[in-house]
């Protein structure tokens, strides 16, 4: 029998009478197994958004998709690809906070992202200054997981939090100033859909937590609270564990 095996149900009871025994200890959203979405949209049908009622029952009655519309704005797509700013990180603890509760991060930080396109895989991305080598081990495989096994940390049913490569985007983008008014006057709300993120993603608008998702490759939608909305410059922040 695999060591591995035999040994995860005692090292799971060691946790739980750790996580007992310290009842002041607080697991990170990305650490916690109960933890799935926060201040996020409850799934859905699919939904579309179109300009009228009238524009809904021409899609009924003639069978007709109407691919246009005033109140949906891709940010990025594959058809589309946005350039945004990037940086991979160690570990969650090394992305710096100045970077998601300001709006003008200090220019010692900013200047150590590199520029990528959205939407991409940091885990295919070439290494900056040896271009034949890429930034970080591809996880998705049906062979042995390809991390490095450390003294016993490898039995550990805990989420590590020292060695956890974290990828933190930034993009920049505008609104239609008719979105900002009927969200800020309460007739409408804006709301912004990750269609794929894993395995979890924290977001950050203009320098505001909005919530937190984690259901790798299904949407995440959250609501941007109103106050802080703006046509131009918003910037959207994202942490990707």
Not at 69 to 80: E, G, I, T
Not at 131 to 138: A, F, W
């Amino acid at each position: 029998m695999d060591a591995i095996h035999w040994k995860t149900p005692y090292l799971r009871c060691i946790n739980t009478l750790k996580n007992c025994l310290d009842p002041l200890s607080r697991k990170e959203q990305w650490q916690d197994p109960t933890c799935f979405y926060d201040n996020a949209v409850t799934h859905h049908t699919p939904l579309r958004y179109l300009n009228s009622t009238e524009d809904a029952f021409t899609e009924v009655r003639q069978s007709k998709t109407l691919t246009k519309s005033d109140w949906v704005l891709f940010l990025a797509s594959a058809d589309k690809p946005a350039n945004c700013s990037f940086k991979l990180y160690d570990s969650p603890d090394s992305v710096p906070v100045e970077l998601l509760n300001t709006d003008n991060p200090p220019a010692q930080v900013l200047n150590q992202l590199r520029t990528v396109q959205l939407p991409n895989n940091w885990q295919f991305l070439a290494d900056e200054e040896n271009q034949d080598e890429l930034i970080d081990t591809p996880i998705y495989t049906n062979l042995q997981f390809p991390n490095e096994l450390k003294r016993l940390t490898f039995l550990s049913t805990n989420v590590p939090k020292k060695s956890n490569p974290t990828g933190y985007y930034r993009l920049t983008f505008s609104l239609p100033a008719q979105w900002v008014e009927n969200a800020q006057s309460g007739e409408r709300s804006v709301h912004i859909i990750l269609h794929g993120a894993g395995s979890g993603v924290s977001a950050y608008v203009n320098g505001e937590y909005i919530g937190y998702g984690q259901d790798s490759m299904t949407e995440t939608e959250f609501v941007i609270p109103s106050n802080l909305l703006k046509t131009e410059d918003n910037i959207l922040n994202l942490v990707v564990y």
